[in-house]
T-cell receptor
Framework: DAKTTQPPSMDCAEGRAANLPCNHSTISGNEYVYWYRQIHSQGPQYIIHGLKNNETNEMASLIITEDRKSSTLILPHATLRDTAVYYCIVRPRYNFNKFYFGSGTKLNVKP | NAGVTQTPKFRVLKTGQSMTLLCAQDMNHEYMYWYRQDPGMGLRLIHYSVGEGTTAKGEVPDGYNVSRLKKQNFLLGLESAAPSQTSVYFC???FGLGGSDYGYTFGSGTRLTVV
């Protein structure tokens, strides 16, 4: 399974875009990129996922490089409530038994 | 629609005691999972189930047992609790094959302390 590398922490000013990078240089062709976040000590929350095309939903945008070796999660207008740990995960779609969480990136949104 | 409900939310056990954590989901999900999260760390998979009557081991299964007698419930048992099992336990569920792939829905967690 592809492993991911994320910076341990990032800061972002409230109202600005937060760009969270993820490196997955060993990703294989059938593996999707998923993003989750965990606010304080709550259960993780699904944000977005994609294969190779850029994706957007009401929460965020996902930009995947053409070679698929890295991706960026974009929160367009970060708020204080977006302060959380963000996890980037890669796994084959519908292979629900290989969903491993790393340490993630702690995003600190500051006023 | 409650989603994934975990009970209890908090528990303190003495070493050697046993207990069962209950996870219930009302979304008709096929797959269910138990994770543990230690302070400052990511989630680690304990056991999972791909359907009623099935269970399988994850990354860290030792010291735990599970059962999935009904589709909506997934139980995690600790037969003889140890301090190393002090952690936050999360249950998750998802549709599985053929279903909508929006990832997992997680419960709010059970905070277990073993003294």
């Amino acid at each position: 399974d592809a492993k991911t590398t994320q910076p341990p922490s990032m800061d972002c000013a409230e109202g600005r875009a937060a760009n969270l990078p993820c490196n997955h240089s060993t990703i294989s062709g059938n593996e999707y990129v998923y993003w989750y976040r965990q606010i304080h000590s709550q259960g993780p929350q699904y944000i977005i996922h994609g294969l190779k095309n850029n994706e957007t939903n009401e929460m965020a945008s996902l930009i995947i490089t053409e070679d698929r070796k890295s991706s960026t999660l974009i929160l367009p207008h970060a708020t204080l409530r977006d302060t959380a740990v963000y996890y980037c995960i890669v796994r084959p779609r519908y292979n629900f038994n290989k969903f491993y969480f790393g340490s993630g990136t702690k995003l600190n949104v500051k006023p | 629609n409650a989603g994934v409900t975990q009970t209890p939310k908090f528990r303190v056990l003495k070493t050697g005691q046993s207990m069962t954590l209950l996870c219930a989901q009302d979304m008709n999900h096929e797959y269910m999972y138990w994770y543990r999260q230690d302070p400052g760390m990511g989630l680690r998979l304990i056991h999972y189930s791909v359907g009623e009557g099935t269970t399988a081991k994850g990354e860290v299964p030792d010291g735990y047992n599970v059962s999935r007698l009904k589709k909506q419930n997934f139980l995690l048992g600790l037969e003889s609790a140890a301090p190393s099992q002090t952690s936050v336990y999360f249950c998750a569920s998802t549709f599985g094959l053929g279903g909508s792939d929006y990832g997992y829905t997680f419960g709010s967690g059970t905070r277990l302390t073993v003294v």
